[in-house]
């Protein structure tokens, strides 16, 4: 069993939806394409985005796509890392044949190190990423243009074998050169099919 990775009883309420759209501009459950923002290996001027963007209300309930098993926890943005961001945290769940999911830009998870996870279970919430007061002349050009905006969003990346979490090119969900990893999966028509 397959399950889309963002709870959608936030968004089963039609006049709730409605409501949101309005005032965020979340769509219930998109996939961005090639080229549009969140997309995978999207060009960011100065990086190139390793996930897939699902926009969602703050605080929505992110969940386990497939069973697997919790690999590793951690930071994965944070003021101390670029003064712009609001610290939010990844889960990285070994889901099979060596497939690992990273769950980034979370508010917060509910599962720990080496957690057997069945599909649908909660693993965490959908946070913000960045802090709009700290965004100023100085940020690169992408960050600016999303100040205004500041969407929520799980960020969502594929990785066989092993996934990187701490490399020199690698920072917040984005890789800072022209080579993608070997081991980066775009995720784009796994998620496509979650939804069809």
């Known amino acids: 069993m397959k399950v889309w990775p963002l709870n959608s009883k936030i968004l089963e309420n039609p006049d709730s939806e409605n409501a949101d759209q309005k005032k965020t501009g979340f769509k219930k459950f998109q ?87 069945e599909p649908g279970q909660l693993i965490g919430h959908v946070g913000m990423v960045l802090n709009p007061s700290k965004i100023d002349d100085f940020c690169p050009l992408y960050i600016r243009k999303l100040k205004d905006r500041n969407p929520s969003m799980l960020h969502f990346e594929f990785w066989k074998k092993q996934p990187i979490v701490a490399h020199r090119n690698y920072l917040g969900g984005n890789w800072f050169g022209e080579e993608k990893p070997e081991n980066l999966i775009d995720p784009t028509g796994y998620l496509e099919q979650l939804l069809s």
């Not at 969140?38 to 960011?44: H, K």
């Not at 889960?91 to 769950?103: A, D, G, P």
């Open 31 to 117: 996939v961005p394409q090639k080229g549009e923002a969140g997309s995978f290996w999207e060009n960011r001027g100065d990086r190139y985005h390793c996930g897939v963007d699902l926009y969602a209300p703050e605080k929505t309930e992110v969940v386990s796509i497939e069973r697997g098993v919790v690999t590793e926890i951690g930071i994965m943005t944070s003021p101390e890392i670029l003064p712009y961001w609001n610290p939010t945290y990844y889960v990285i769940i070994e889901h099979s044949r060596e497939l690992f999911c990273k769950y980034g830009e979370l508010a917060g998870f509910t599962v720990k190190k080496g957690d057997e996870i």
